[in-house]
């Protein structure tokens, strides 16, 4: 089984301000990774997924994350951040087999506050 | 443009009724997804479809069921026998390997 652990429930930052959502996972098999980020009151969208490949992935709005197969990481960063980035953001893992449709797990989420 | 629809947005029962939520999608995906969602702890799956006429318990299973008669449709019913029932569910769906796509939401409240 995988599990996701978001090391931060809520990171204030000014805008034009870098930040970084850290991201760790568990899992005894390759696994799929993903960032989705929520607005209030509506439902999840994806912002980037490492499936295979360059281990940097680049994801809308700006952000990119890097995969670390060694420290089981998958942060999230964003050099400069808008007062519209203020959501929650989702780390989700799920097993990685192409021929497997498989379910994602969550983690419990960081809420962004960009404040001006 | 393609996408899930889920409806209503908001709803409102009584204790001890049960109720439907409504899950659509024209993506033609093939798996499609029910979890809810509850402050401070992420998104739980429910049951998951990855064909028409099966599907599997996700890690919270009891006190709902489901059915998937149509590739498109994908009701979640919250039985009386869910003793937690107000929270906020997400429909979602995927094509294989792929990331999920999620509907809007339906936020429940029991009282």
């Known amino acids: 089984a995988q599990s996701v652990t978001q090391l931060d429930s809520q990171v204030p930052v000014f805008e034009e301000a870098p930040v970084e959502l850290r991201c760790n996972y568990s899992s005894s098999v390759s696994v799929y990774l993903f960032w989705y980020v929520q607005y209030p009151n509506q439902g999840l969208q994806l912002l980037l997924k490492?499936?295979?490949?360059?281990?940097l992935v680049k994801g809308i709005n700006g952000f990119e994350a890097e995969f670390n197969k060694s420290q089981t990481s998958f942060h999230l960063r964003k050099p400069s951040v808008h007062i519209s980035d203020t959501a929650e953001y989702f780390c989700?893992?799920?097993?990685?087999?192409?021929?497997?449709?498989?379910?994602?797990?969550f983690g419990q989420g960081t809420i962004l506050t960009v404040h001006p | 443009d393609g996408g899930i629809t889920q409806s209503p947005k908001y709803l409102f029962r009584k204790e001890g009724q049960n109720v439907t939520l409504s899950c659509e999608q024209n993506l033609n995906h093939d798996a499609m997804y029910w979890y809810r969602q509850d402050p401070g702890q992420g998104l739980r799956l429910i049951y998951y479809?990855?064909?028409?006429?099966?599907?599997q318990k996700g890690d919270i299973a009891e006190g709902y069921s489901v059915s998937r008669e149509k590739k498109e449709s994908f009701p979640l019913t919250v039985t009386s026998a869910q003793k937690n029932p107000t929270a906020f569910y997400l429909c979602?769906?995927?094509?294989?390997?792929?990331?999920?796509?999620f509907g809007n939401g339906t936020r429940l409240t029991v009282t």
């Open positions: 989700a893992v799920r097993r990685g087999q192409s021929t497997s449709y498989g379910k994602l797990t």
């Open positions: 490492y499936l295979s490949g360059s281990t």
């Open positions: 479809s990855q064909i028409v006429n099966d599907f």
């Open positions: 979602a769906s995927s094509m294989e390997a792929g990331a999920l796509h």
